[in-house]
């Protein structure tokens, strides 16, 4: 079984720290992907990497950076957290040729 | 621009009672069109991937079909542990997926 994995399921972080949240697949996928979900608003794109230290812009990256190091772990950087950067965050990975993405259990971040 | 909607946006079942999901994409150059189903507060889990229009997938009560314009998801006999967010995705050039924006699905027993 494919298997994504988020350090976190619930985080509270205070305005204006820095926030890290890690995914990590155990696949050997080359894409991995970090979507913000909202009610009303859906899945959007914040970042995607395609390869090791390789990365695009999604729909939404303001605020976000990201980082891939090592082709199983993908990391969503808020540099200064706000509060409407409160959200659900999710983490996908999938192989070549639009695959299949499979995605982690989210993580519920809430900013006060 | 790719976009993919879908109807209803929610829909309430008797158990037993079958129906049918729909949903419709402009996608350039789809590569592939996946369902997945989202239980509240958790990430999507992966139902099906069609890439031809024609093909049909089953799972369960479930069977996904794929037109050149819509893909429908069909639940026959539904049970109330198929209530959820269904929700599907078109593949596209480049890597990325376009979602819609979930049908929100309820069976009461």
Not at chain 1, 42 to 47: A, D, F, K, S, T
Not at chain 2, 2 to 18: F, K, N
Not at chain 2, 34 to 63: I, M, N, V
Request: include cysteine; glycine fraction near 10%; aromatic fraction near 12%.
């Amino acid at each position: 079984d494919v298997k994504v994995t988020q350090s976190s399921r619930y985080l509270v972080k205070r305005t204006g720290e820095k926030v890290f949240l890690e995914c990590v697949q155990d696949m050997d996928h080359e894409n991995m992907f970090w979507y913000r979900q909202d009610p009303g608003l859906g899945l959007r794109l914040i970042y995607f990497s395609y390869d090791v230290k390789m990365k695009e812009k999604g729909d939404i990256p303001e605020g976000y950076s990201v980082s891939r190091e090592k082709k199983e772990r993908f990391s969503l950087i808020l540099e200064s957290a706000s509060t409407n950067q409160t959200s659900m965050y999710l983490c996908a990975s999938n192989g070549p040729f639009n695959t299949e993405a499979f995605f982690g259990q989210g993580t519920r971040l809430t900013v006060v | 621009e790719d976009q993919v909607t879908q109807s209803p946006e929610a829909l309430r079942l008797q158990e037993g009672e079958s129906s049918s999901l729909n949903c419709s994409y402009t996608v350039s150059g789809l590569r592939g069109l996946f369902w997945y189903r989202q239980d509240p507060g958790k990430g999507p889990e992966f139902l099906f991937t069609l890439y031809s229009a024609g093909e049909e997938k089953e799972k369960e009560r479930l069977k996904a079909t794929l037109t050149k314009k819509e893909s429908f998801l069909h639940i026959t006999a539904p049970k109330p542990e198929d209530s959820a967010t269904y929700l599907c995705a078109g593949g596209g050039y480049g890597q990325n997926f376009v979602f819609g924006p979930g049908t929100r699905l309820s069976v009461l027993p």
